[in-house]
């Protein structure tokens, strides 16, 4: 908010900058829907995911015709800022004049407090790392970009998604999951679905400057470095600390204080066990690994064998919903949330109550959310090896 930043110059520009975002990209909207005389916007197609956006094709298909057909229609509904918005099936066809940018994406349960209601309805996730938006379309178009032919087009929409990218990063080094800021929850820190992860090894891939980001110039590979490698720190200074000990990390944080943060009614802070897991595994692949990162990786890991499930299975039971029952020999599996200071698993439901167990909650949320995980698992596997090569005598 206007308050939080008031007295902090840097935090002050990105809010400034990002409020002015918002402005010109609805600005844009409204001028675009009053010269074509369109009254009421129309809604794009909307799918789970960036279905149709496939990023394993041989390098020679980005070359051909149907790859410059969806690359167009992705230049087509990048907003004014540089981004993407989520859910939406861009492989359909191109914006036409007033159209919205992407697909809403409202939940269907929201209630009177809801902290998953937008403030704008017709407003919401315009241009966001949610979902494996944008960071997607970005890797696509560069791939049509480095490939194909007559791809001035492609280069610039390219272009102008990583300066969004960048001006999206908090000056401590962090990523919200909506940008321009939209407000609740969106404007936190965001590790779940591993949006940051996702942005930072982008980033990463942009700086190396190998494969399609061949065409990326120096200045801007050289600023994707920067950029992701103060994303890492941002992480490091992240990770929970309980008594002096670093735990793992929740999969929201707040963007000034690093604490963690709640999200939906059904979110609250917490350490969470996957989205912790995909950054040490990330952190694991670093080449050179410093002493924070080597730190940071034992800790998580030691918090990861002190809270494994072991001969429990989170599954349907007859004509009931899923449940935690006894299953031996079963695990390891981890809750999704552990609460802060007890490493007790704690679940919540729509009506902002909190229970420490799952079989408590409603049937809706029961069989509608994930609430075990087993990243960890495939974490203490790798762990077993990196340990030996990064013992913590060394650090």
Same mark, same amino acid.
């Given at each position: ?11 002050? &520009?990105?809010?400034?900058? *990002? ?48 790859? @410059? ?21 861009? +492989?359909? &066809?191109? @914006? ?17 407090? #809801? ?22 379309? %970005? ?9 194909? +032919? ?29 940008? =321009? ?5 969106? /404007?936190?820190?965001?590790?779940? /679905? ?8 982008? %980033? ?16 801007? @590979? !050289?600023? !994707? ?17 309980? #008594? ?9 944080? $707040? ?5 963690? !943060? ?9 350490? *969470? *066990? ?12 670093? =080449? ?26 989170? @599954?349907?039971?007859?004509?009931? *919903?899923?449940? %935690?029952? #006894? ?14 200071? +007890? $490493? ?7 009506? %902002? +109550? ?19 995980? #087993?990243? =960890? ?19």
């Amino acid at each position: 908010t206007a308050e939080r930043v008031a007295a902090l110059p840097a935090w002050k &520009h990105y809010f400034e900058t *990002s409020v002015r975002q918002r402005q010109a990209d609805q600005n844009f909207l409204r001028a675009e829907m009053k010269e074509h005389g369109v009254k009421q916007n129309t809604e794009p197609p909307k799918t789970g995911n960036a279905k149709g956006i496939d990023l394993n094709n041989p390098a020679a298909w980005y070359g051909g015709a149907e790859a @410059r057909r969806i690359a167009d229609n992705l230049v087509s509904f990048q907003t004014p800022a540089g981004g993407w918005c989520k859910n939406t099936d861009f +492989t359909k &066809h191109r @914006r036409a004049a007033g159209e919205m940018f992407g697909a809403l994406s409202g939940s269907l349960f929201l209630s009177t407090n #809801d902290f998953d209601r937008p403030q704008d309805e017709r407003w919401s996730y315009v241009g966001t790392f949610d979902n494996d938006a944008t960071t997607t379309e %970005l890797r696509f178009l560069a791939k049509a970009a480095a490939t194909g +032919t007559n791809n001035t087009s492609l280069c610039a929409a390219f272009l102008h998604g990583l300066d969004y990218v960048f001006a999206a990063q908090f000056p401590n080094g962090g990523w919200p999951q909506v940008w =321009p800021l939209q407000g609740g929850y969106h /404007d936190a820190i965001t590790f779940n /679905d591993d949006a940051m992860l996702h942005v930072i090894e982008f %980033l990463r891939d942009v700086s190396a400057g190998q494969n399609e980001f061949v065409f990326v110039p120096p200045e801007l @590979r !050289a600023k !994707a470095d920067a950029s992701w490698k103060r994303g890492v720190n941002c992480i490091l200074a992240a990770q929970i600390v309980v #008594d002096g000990r670093r735990t793992v990390w929740g999969q929201q944080h $707040d963007a000034f204080t690093l604490q963690p !943060a709640s999200a939906r009614n059904y979110e609250m802070p917490s350490q *969470s *066990s996957g989205e912790s897991g995909t950054i040490v595994l990330f952190l694991m692949q670093l =080449p050179q690994p410093d002493a924070n990162v080597v730190a940071a990786v034992h800790a998580a890991a030691a918090w990861f064998e002190k809270t494994k499930i072991e001969g429990k299975a989170f @599954r349907v039971v007859g004509t009931e *919903s899923r449940k %935690l029952v #006894d299953a031996p020999g079963s695990g390891p599996i981890w809750a999704r949330y552990y609460e802060v200071g +007890t $490493d007790r698993p704690i679940f919540g439901d729509r009506d %902002l +109550t909190i229970h420490d167990d799952v079989n408590e909650i409603s049937r809706e949320r029961r069989h509608g959310y994930g609430w075990y995980r #087993d990243t =960890p698992k495939r974490v203490l596997e790798h762990y077993a090896k990196w340990a030996k090569a990064h013992p913590p005598e060394k650090i």
